[in-house]
């Protein structure tokens, strides 16, 4: 059966943005699907997959996971998920990512959210959310801010330049910041 073309967000932003968060919100407002690239390899890890040592030891060193095992897993969740508009949280982290997927799935995205937070905030999220991630430790952490700096950003500035990016301030409340997310959405539903 062919699928109706995709509507496809892209969720960016550095490690404890309040990507995750924010995708909550969106889903239960607008009843997209979220897909969490971060979600899905670390479900890979916790089913002793054959992907799955090669996937604990990257994200353990904050790096990034080959775009073909990560797109394979976003590839098969769009493809048996009955919804036709994503959220892709967390995913592409590089331009390397980004030319992958376009070139495997086909498809670019209809728009970009980049969840804009300093560092320091970003730091004390990350170490308050007890949730036992094997990354949220203060070395691990340093490196997920550098490799965002160094490989997210040129993403974060291929989609501004297409027009397709729209930047959140992800200082506030939780409220705060989906009421700027709000209308970027409800645009759609008129
Ligand atoms: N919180 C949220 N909003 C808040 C607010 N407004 N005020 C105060 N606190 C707020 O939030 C983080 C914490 O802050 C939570 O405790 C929350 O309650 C609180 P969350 O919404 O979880 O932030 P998020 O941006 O989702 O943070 P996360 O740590 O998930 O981001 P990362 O991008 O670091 O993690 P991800 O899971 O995407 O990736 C993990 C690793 O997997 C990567 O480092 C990489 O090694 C690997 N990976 C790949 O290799 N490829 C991929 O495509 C994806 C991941
Ligand atoms: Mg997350």
Redesign the pocket.
């Known amino acids: 059966a062919t699928k109706e073309k995709p509507f496809i967000t892209f969720v960016l ?10 995708c909550a919100r969106i889903v239960e407002t607008f009843g997209l699907t979220h897909l ?4 899905l ?1 670390r479900r890979e890890i916790a089913s002793n997959s054959a992907d799955g040592s090669t996937i604990l030891s ?2 353990k060193e ?4 080959p775009s073909e095992i ?1 797109i394979k897993l976003l590839q098969k969740e769009m493809e048996t998920c009955d919804s036709s508009k994503f959220l892709i ?5 590089c331009e390397e ?1 980004r030319i992958a997927f376009e070139q495997i799935i086909g498809a670019e995205p209809n728009i970009v959210l980049f ?1 804009d937070c300093p560092e320091e905030e970003m730091v004390k ?2 170490l ?2 007890n949730q036992g991630r094997v ?1 949220d430790n203060i070395d691990t952490i340093k490196k ?1 801010l550098k ?1 965002f700096e160094a490989l997210n950003r040129p993403v974060i500035n291929y989609y501004s330049d297409k027009g397709k990016l729209y930047k959140i301030n ?1 200082v ?3 409220d705060e ?1 989906f009421k700027q997310v709000h209308p970027i959405f409800a645009v759609y539903e008129a």
């Open positions: 932003g550095g490690p404890g943005s309040g990507k995750g968060t924010q969490s690239a971060g979600d390899l990257t994200i904050g790096k990034i996971v990560t949280d967390g995913f592409p982290r990512n969840f999220r990350v308050n959310r990354d997920r490799v992800a506030g409340t939780e910041i």
